[in-house]
């Protein structure tokens, strides 16, 4: 069977200024800008051979273009969050909606939270988390659907950005990228782990796309660590989403296909 990977994006939300904050002071951002960054992303998703499923735009849901948390694609299933600001949770069904025919579908739910943004997944670990926006009771519910399919659910403390995979990213089967202030790096002594350039604090998000990592610019230091460890990057500049604290990574939703 030829494999397929496709990827679930939505087009920025004309209200994207009003989005969540967590870590960054408000500033303007240009929707026009965001939106021409953000078709570079995908131009860029599409050249490293995945097939776009484009959401429209959510005009009354500022933060809907990080469609990265509301979902968690496994080989196995699909889990559909909880997101933790009230805000986002309308963003959920559409994404349902998009995922049905490519994955069973399972739901986080009420009281408990979850941010696709706080999970890691690498094999048959799952890394959580616990943030301002995902809580136990989301861990906990999550470690029980995914239990018959035998992964290993497990809660992290982090701290210094808005969710885990701010701090840490898979950039090769068994590698991780990591900025080792934020998050212990003991938590992954069982991989191999390629830590920040210590002057790019935010540069620990990076998303796999097979044998590439899309990165996003400014963070040249990390970017040269990661290419002498034989990891081909492909940079994107995306810091009108940044404004709004996205990165690489919260802008889509990978889902392997065959
Ligand atoms: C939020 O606060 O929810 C958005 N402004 C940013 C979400 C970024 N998503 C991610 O890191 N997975």
Same mark, same amino acid.
């Given at each position: 069977?030829?494999?397929?990977?496709?990827?679930?994006?939505?087009?920025?939300?004309?209200?994207?200024?009003?989005?969540?904050?967590?870590?960054?002071?408000?500033?303007?951002? $240009?929707?026009?800008?965001?939106?021409?960054?953000?078709?570079?992303?995908?131009?860029?998703?599409?050249?490293?051979?995945?097939?776009?499923?484009?959401?429209?735009?959510?005009?009354?849901?500022?933060?809907?273009?990080?469609?990265?948390?509301?979902?968690?694609?496994?080989?196995?299933?699909?889990?559909?969050?909880?997101?933790?600001?009230?805000?986002?949770?309308?963003?959920?069904?559409?994404?349902?909606?998009?995922?049905?025919?490519?994955?069973?579908l399972a739901h986080i739910v009420?009281?408990?939270?979850? $941010?696709?943004?706080?999970?890691?997944?690498?094999?048959?670990?799952?890394?959580?988390?616990?943030?301002?926006?995902?809580?136990?009771?989301?861990?906990?519910?999550?470690?029980?659907?995914?239990?018959?399919?035998?992964?290993?659910?497990?809660?992290?403390?982090?701290?210094?950005?808005?969710?885990?995979?701010?701090?840490?990213?898979?950039?090769?089967?068994?590698?991780?990228?990591?900025?080792?202030?934020?998050? $212990?790096?003991?938590?992954?002594?069982?991989?191999?782990?390629?830590?920040?350039?210590?002057?790019?604090?935010?540069?620990?998000?990076?998303?796999?796309?097979g044998d590439n990592v899309i990165?996003?610019?400014?963070?040249?230091g990390t970017r040269r660590r990661?290419?002498?460890?034989?990891?081909?990057?492909?940079?994107? $500049?995306?810091?009108?989403?940044?404004?709004?604290?996205?990165?690489?990574?919260?802008?889509?939703?990978?889902?392997?296909?065959?």
């Amino acid at each position: 069977m030829t494999s397929r990977r496709v990827a679930v994006t939505r087009g920025v939300s004309p209200s994207l200024a009003r989005c969540e904050l967590t870590r960054l002071a408000r500033q303007p951002i $240009d929707p026009v800008l965001a939106s021409e960054q953000h078709a570079a992303y995908e131009a860029l998703l599409e050249e490293l051979g995945c097939e776009l499923r484009r959401l429209p735009a959510e005009p009354t849901l500022p933060d809907s273009v990080f469609v990265e948390d509301a979902a968690l694609v496994l080989p196995e299933l699909a889990v559909i969050t909880r997101p933790g600001a009230e805000s986002r949770r309308p963003e959920t069904p559409s994404v349902a909606e998009a995922l049905a025919p490519l994955r069973d579908l399972a739901h986080i739910v009420a009281p408990g939270r979850l $941010d696709g943004g706080d999970v890691l997944h690498i094999g048959r670990r799952v890394f959580v988390g616990l943030s301002t926006r995902s809580d136990l009771a989301g861990v906990e519910q999550l470690a029980g659907l995914l239990a018959p399919f035998g992964y290993r659910v497990e809660a992290v403390d982090f701290d210094g950005c808005l969710h885990l995979k701010s701090a840490v990213t898979r950039v090769g089967q068994g590698t991780l990228l990591v900025n080792e202030e934020w998050v $212990d790096p003991a938590i992954f002594a069982d991989f191999e782990r390629v830590p920040v350039d210590p002057a790019e604090p935010c540069g620990g998000n990076a998303l796999v796309i097979g044998d590439n990592v899309i990165y996003a610019t400014g963070f040249e230091g990390t970017r040269r660590r990661l290419e002498e460890r034989g990891i081909r990057t492909h940079t994107v $500049d995306l810091s009108e989403l940044a404004k709004a604290e996205g990165a690489v990574t919260c802008c889509s939703l990978i889902v392997e296909i065959g």
